[in-house]
């Protein structure tokens, strides 16, 4: 085994195999950087590309994709609060916070640092684990892993804030937005309102973006300014500062690196679950973090980064070890082994031992370059905050609609982005928890999915299996326990906000926006439960189950904001960047949503990209109030850079609009139907 490993890295460190692999590294930091893409649309643009390659320059090309798509994501994410992809959406919670406070620097020190350990340390995980492991991968089954997807629920008070119910609620919006769609045990269409776009679920990519990219995108708008509101960022201090911050927290680092290796490794969890729960766990286990996470913490992003590298080394696990999948772009790796003739399992340790470790090197190389890219230029990105929202917003706000419609290639994808924005938007003002709800619907499918098998195999005895007790036990703990110990310190349970004057009911104490949201979730649970009556009973377990459980929570917060005294003026809004009652800034957040709405409507007269040239140039004269040429110029280059990416590349279908219908001679003024 060590000859082969010495004989890998030689062969991975071959110039032209190293050229290869530095191209997948670019790339791959390149589809991280745009919002929606993420690594499985990168993995598929490389693959056919890989055909006249040798295996080892083939996979190494591809695994450095995959490896660094996790570090480039970071940029959106600490930048604009926008996750690269859905990934980085832990990310956001204290990155975006310490950009605003002008650490963009040294969030990107930390995030990049970490990520290299991480991915390090996943890679060196994959070298030692795969003999080891084998039996161990073969124990997780689909009760150990319902229960981990409970665990993952649990988390969702660590990430709500000063009140818990309210994060609950949402996370059981969550839950039910998971159940619309066809269901997979039953063929019952649940929600669906007769649109076939709903038949297959509401896709993720929108939902992500719409709750944490346009609310940020708005609140900038409505701000002004730039994105960093603190001292302007040095040149080198933020950065090894950042760095200084990892390599003092290295437990954490272990911690969280060991934690995504071994989530990867588990088929089915996906990556989009593995930063909540290493961030949840670092907020519940790091010290001080209830008062620091959420609010620029950098603990919360070398927590998020180093899980989110790892897991790549950890999902290799299955895939070499017994040709399962550990996450979707895996799967696209499957593909390119078949390509050329390499077939998983036994083999991948005996005959194709150099082979194996070669594509541990290749991502343990690919760490290292794309770190150090990361490093070189960290800086301009950094500066990026200081530049002008009016210039800025419509480029991030461009990229963030095309992520979601090449999603499904569909307009309702740009539909269900702007709404989920606005949702976003109104949970951002209000207080109540938009990672409770991304993480919710992350879990939902899974949840069920697996609840079905383990009831299906063993009835309600599957929660008597070892490991599954262990882990609902420590789930049950981390929900309760905090509870107790609030009541035995004389707090209530529900918030930690209140203060000690007697419970009185009035209207007056609370914020009607905020009641009237409440209301809203308690109507919305009343009609799933109305609504689910004739289905089938495996198509409404978990339906019945969480809209009663939501039902109960959200009727919870409407007793606790008529019968509590908030400590902060009710209808604070603790997220926001600028005051929406005041008039301007609420002006500007309105005409923001307004014009996304017009854009969506426009689609359908003038086109994707023609009417994306249109919303670009009116919030860059009229909300951003640049000049007609450099509106022009910034519009020019977006659109063109949009076109050889989502066409030339990815090979998106366009709508046909009106105007092309009504006059086709303007489609042969076009290389593609883009009318």
Same mark, same amino acid.
């Given at each position: 085994?060590?000859?082969?490993?010495?004989?890998?890295?030689?062969?991975?460190?071959? *110039?032209?195999?190293?050229?290869?692999?530095?191209?997948?590294?670019?790339?791959?930091?390149?589809?991280?950087?745009? *919002?929606?893409?993420?690594?499985?649309?990168?993995?598929?643009?490389?693959?056919?590309?890989?055909?006249?390659?040798?295996?080892?320059?083939?996979?190494?090309?591809?695994?450095?994709?995959?490896?660094?798509?996790?570090?480039?994501?970071?940029?959106?994410?600490?930048?604009?609060?926008?996750?690269?992809?859905?990934?980085?959406?832990?990310?956001?919670?204290?990155?975006? *916070?310490?950009?605003?406070?002008?650490?963009?620097?040294?969030?990107?020190?930390?995030?990049?640092?970490?990520?290299?350990?991480?991915?390090?340390?996943?890679?060196?995980?994959?070298?030692?684990?795969?003999?080891?492991?084998?039996?161990?991968?073969?124990?997780?089954?689909?009760?150990?892993?319902?229960?981990?997807?409970?665990?993952?629920?649990?988390?969702?008070?660590?990430?709500?804030?000063?009140?818990?119910?309210?994060?609950?609620?949402?996370?059981?919006?969550?839950?039910?937005?998971?159940?619309?769609?066809?269901?997979?045990?039953?063929?019952?269409?649940?929600?669906?309102?007769?649109?076939?776009?709903?038949?297959?679920?509401?896709?993720?990519?929108?939902?992500?973006?719409?709750?944490?990219?346009?609310?940020?995108?708005?609140?900038?708008?409505?701000?002004?300014?730039?994105?960093?509101?603190?001292?302007?960022?040095?040149?080198?201090?933020?950065?090894?500062?950042?760095?200084?911050?990892?390599?003092?927290?290295?437990?954490?680092?272990?911690?969280?690196?060991?934690?995504?290796?071994?989530?990867?490794?588990?088929?089915?969890?996906?990556?989009?679950?593995?930063?909540?729960?290493?961030?949840?766990?670092?907020?519940?286990?790091?010290?001080?973090?209830?008062?620091?996470?959420?609010?620029?913490?950098?603990?919360?992003?070398?927590?998020?980064?180093?899980?989110?590298?790892?897991?790549?080394?950890?999902?290799?696990?299955?895939?070499?070890?017994?040709?399962?999948?550990?996450?979707?772009?895996?799967?696209?790796?499957?593909?390119?082994?078949?390509?050329?003739?390499?077939?998983?399992?036994?083999?991948?340790?005996?005959?194709?031992?150099?082979?194996?470790?070669?594509?541990?090197?290749?991502?343990?190389?690919?760490?290292?370059?794309?770190?150090?890219?990361?490093?070189?230029?960290?800086?301009?990105?950094?500066?990026?905050?200081?530049?002008?929202?009016?210039?800025?917003?419509?480029?991030?706000?461009?990229?963030?609609?095309?992520?979601?419609?090449?999603?499904?290639?569909?307009?309702?994808?740009?539909?269900?982005?702007?709404?989920?924005?606005?949702?976003?938007?109104?949970?951002?003002?209000?207080?109540?928890?938009?990672?409770?709800?991304?993480?919710?619907?992350?879990?939902?499918?899974?949840?069920?999915?697996?609840?079905?098998?383990?009831?299906?195999?063993?009835?309600?005895?599957?929660?008597?299996?070892?490991?599954?007790?262990?882990?609902?036990?420590?789930?049950?703990?981390?929900?309760?326990?905090?509870?107790?110990?609030?009541?035995?310190?004389?707090?209530?349970?529900?918030?930690?906000?209140?203060?000690?004057?007697?419970?009185?009911?009035?209207?007056?104490?609370?914020?009607?926006?905020?009641?009237?949201?409440?209301?809203?979730?308690?109507?919305?649970?009343?009609?799933?439960?109305?609504?689910?009556?004739?289905? *089938?009973?495996?198509?409404?377990?978990?339906?019945?189950?969480?809209?009663?459980?939501?039902?109960?929570?959200?009727?919870?917060?409407?007793?606790?904001?008529?019968?509590?005294?908030?400590?902060?003026?009710?209808?604070?809004?603790?997220?926001?960047?600028?005051?929406?009652?005041?008039?301007?800034?609420?002006?500007?957040?309105?005409?923001?949503?307004?014009?996304?709405?017009?854009?969506?409507?426009?689609?359908?007269?003038?086109?994707?990209?023609?009417?994306?040239?249109?919303?670009?140039?009116?919030?860059?004269?009229?909300?951003?109030?640049?000049?007609?040429?450099?509106?022009?110029?910034?519009?020019?280059?977006?659109?063109?850079?949009?076109?050889?990416?989502?066409?030339?590349?990815?090979?998106?279908?366009?709508?046909?609009?009106?105007?092309?219908?009504?006059?086709?001679?303007?489609?042969?003024?076009?290389?593609?139907?883009?009318?």
């Amino acid at each position: 085994m060590e000859n082969a490993a010495f004989d890998a890295i030689g062969i991975v460190l071959d *110039p032209a195999r190293f050229g290869f692999l530095t191209i997948g590294v670019i790339i791959g930091l390149a589809v991280g950087i745009i *919002p929606g893409l993420g690594g499985l649309v990168g993995l598929s643009i490389l693959l056919p590309f890989t055909y006249s390659l040798d295996p080892y320059a083939a996979l190494a090309m591809l695994l450095a994709l995959s490896a660094v798509v996790a570090t480039g994501d970071t940029i959106p994410a600490v930048l604009f609060g926008v996750p690269g992809t859905v990934g980085s959406a832990a990310t956001v919670l204290d990155g975006y *916070p310490m950009a605003q406070k002008g650490e963009a620097g040294r969030a990107f020190g930390a995030a990049f640092s970490a990520s290299l350990i991480g991915g390090l340390l996943g890679a060196l995980i994959l070298l030692v684990s795969i003999p080891i492991l084998r039996p161990l991968v073969l124990l997780i089954g689909p009760p150990e892993l319902f229960a981990l997807c409970l665990f993952g629920i649990s988390l969702v008070a660590m990430l709500s804030g000063a009140n818990r119910m309210k994060g609950l609620a949402a996370a059981c919006l969550g839950l039910l937005l998971a159940t619309v769609g066809d269901d997979p045990n039953t063929a019952t269409p649940r929600w669906t309102f007769g649109t076939f776009y709903l038949f297959d679920g509401i896709p993720l990519v929108p939902l992500a973006l719409g709750m944490f990219a346009l609310p940020e995108l708005a609140g900038l708008m409505m701000r002004g300014g730039s994105i960093s509101q603190g001292p302007r960022p040095t040149a080198m201090t933020g950065q090894w500062q950042g760095i200084k911050d990892t390599l003092a927290n290295p437990g954490l680092v272990f911690r969280s690196s060991f934690l995504g290796a071994a989530l990867g490794a588990i088929p089915g969890l996906g990556a989009s679950i593995i930063d909540w729960i290493a961030y949840g766990l670092a907020a519940k286990t790091v010290k001080g973090a209830d008062q620091t996470f959420g609010k620029g913490d950098v603990r919360g992003v070398i927590a998020s980064e180093s899980s989110n590298n790892a897991k790549e080394g950890g999902s290799l696990i299955p895939t070499i070890a017994f040709g399962i999948p550990g996450t979707a772009s895996m799967a696209i790796l499957l593909g390119a082994f078949q390509i050329h003739g390499i077939v998983p399992g036994q083999a991948m340790l005996t005959d194709k031992l150099d082979l194996t470790y070669a594509m541990v090197w290749s991502i343990a190389l690919a760490n290292v370059v794309g770190a150090g890219i990361c490093f070189l230029f960290a800086n301009q990105l950094a500066r990026l905050a200081l530049v002008p929202v009016g210039i800025l917003v419509p480029g991030v706000l461009a990229m963030t609609l095309l992520g979601a419609f090449q999603t499904g290639a569909s307009v309702h994808d740009i539909y269900a982005v702007i709404g989920f924005g606005l949702l976003g938007m109104c949970f951002k003002l209000l207080g109540w928890s938009r990672p409770a709800v991304v993480l919710g619907f992350v879990l939902g499918s899974l949840i069920e999915r697996y609840l079905v098998i383990s009831y299906s195999l063993a009835g309600g005895a599957f929660v008597l299996r070892p490991l599954v007790a262990l882990i609902l036990l420590a789930t049950l703990a981390g929900v309760v326990l905090p509870v107790l110990l609030r009541i035995w310190q004389g707090g209530p349970a529900g918030t930690s906000q209140t203060t000690r004057s007697p419970l009185r009911l009035s209207l007056r104490q609370v914020s009607a926006p905020d009641l009237a949201l409440a209301l809203g979730f308690v109507g919305l649970f009343l009609y799933a439960l109305a609504t689910q009556a004739g289905w *089938p009973f495996k198509a409404r377990l978990m339906p019945i189950v969480f809209a009663a459980l939501g039902l109960l929570i959200s009727s919870g917060v409407v007793v606790q904001m008529l019968a509590v005294r908030p400590a902060a003026p009710a209808g604070a809004a603790p997220e926001a960047e600028a005051d929406p009652r005041q008039p301007e800034a609420r002006g500007r957040g309105l005409r923001f949503f307004a014009s996304c709405i017009v854009y969506a409507g426009l689609i359908h007269v003038a086109g994707v990209l023609p009417s994306l040239g249109v919303l670009m140039l009116y919030l860059l004269i009229v909300e951003g109030r640049q000049s007609w040429g450099r509106a022009v110029l910034v519009t020019v280059v977006v659109l063109l850079a949009s076109y050889v990416l989502f066409h030339l590349l990815v090979h998106l279908p366009w709508p046909n609009a009106l105007i092309g219908d009504l006059f086709p001679g303007l489609r042969s003024w076009f290389p593609t139907d883009i009318v």
